[in-house]
């Protein structure tokens, strides 16, 4: 069955730090692939997407991710955090089989002010 | 447009009572999914509407979950009877054009059953 894997379930940073949150899923054919943010007390809303070219792609807020089929996984990124960037962060996996976004169970950030 | 509309945004209701919650799409969106968002399961998908028609809902967990969506602006979840385990945060969400494109989510239920 299709799958979506956060390995961070919880991540601590301090301002100005480096973050990266992996993301890794199990299906072979062609997947469309996105990270959802959910800030303290709001819904979810889409940070980034990837559907096809460049693997590398840029979203909101300075975040970034990068596709690499071969290890089949969508890593969220961004290099300088901020406390704003306090948060929960969904991966989403989208695969023809299922036809269905299928969520990973999120990672929190807690950045330090 | 305001986004997706959920209502109530709280639901306090003892086991065995019904349930319902409600989820208003963006205008002009053929997909309305909801989800359940738990700390033991994170978010899953129970069920998805396309043009008003139930699609998928392999994900409604047993017969006590009903989903309807009568016309284009509006659907429900019912729970009845409701049990303790059913507290979660429940989701609705639209989407445009077609079952994975962008979903745009509402500001969910939290349900507490008593």
């Known amino acids: 069955a299709q799958s979506v894997s956060q390995h961070n379930h919880h991540v601590i940073l301090s301002e100005a730090a480096s973050l990266e949150l992996g993301c890794n899923y199990s299906?072979?054919?062609?997947?469309?692939l996105f990270w959802y943010v959910q800030y303290p007390g709001q819904h979810l809303q889409l940070l980034l997407k990837?559907?096809?070219?460049?693997?590398l792609v840029k979203g909101i807020k300075g975040f970034e991710a990068e596709f690499i089929k071969s290890k089949f996984s969508f890593n969220l990124r961004k290099p300088s955090v901020q406390w704003s960037d306090t948060a929960e962060y969904f991966c989403?996996?989208?695969?023809?089989?299922?036809?269905?976004?299928?969520f990973g169970t999120g990672t929190l950030l807690a950045v330090q002010p | 447009d305001a986004g997706v509309i959920q209502s109530p945004r709280h639901e306090v209701t003892e086991m065995g009572q019904e349930v319902t919650l409600r989820c208003k799409p963006i205008?002009?969106?053929?997909?309305l999914f909801w989800y359940r968002q738990t700390m033991m399961r994170g978010l899953e998908l129970l069920i998805y509407?396309?043009?008003?028609?139930?699609?998928?809902d392999s994900g409604m967990p047993e017969d006590r979950f009903s989903a309807k969506m009568p016309n284009a602006s509006f659907s429900t979840l019912k729970i009845q009877p409701s049990e303790p385990r059913d507290s979660a945060v429940y989701f609705c969400?639209?989407?445009?054009?077609?079952?994975?494109?962008?979903?745009?989510f509402g500001p969910g239920t939290r349900l507490t059953v008593t």
């Open positions: 969400a639209s989407s445009l054009s077609s079952g994975w494109d962008e979903q745009y």
């Open positions: 299906y072979g054919g062609t997947v469309n």
């Open positions: 990837y559907f096809s070219g460049d693997p």
């Open positions: 989403a996996v989208w695969g023809g089989a299922t036809n269905k976004l299928i």
């Open positions: 205008s002009g969106h053929d997909y």
């Open positions: 509407f396309n043009n008003n028609v139930p699609i998928d």
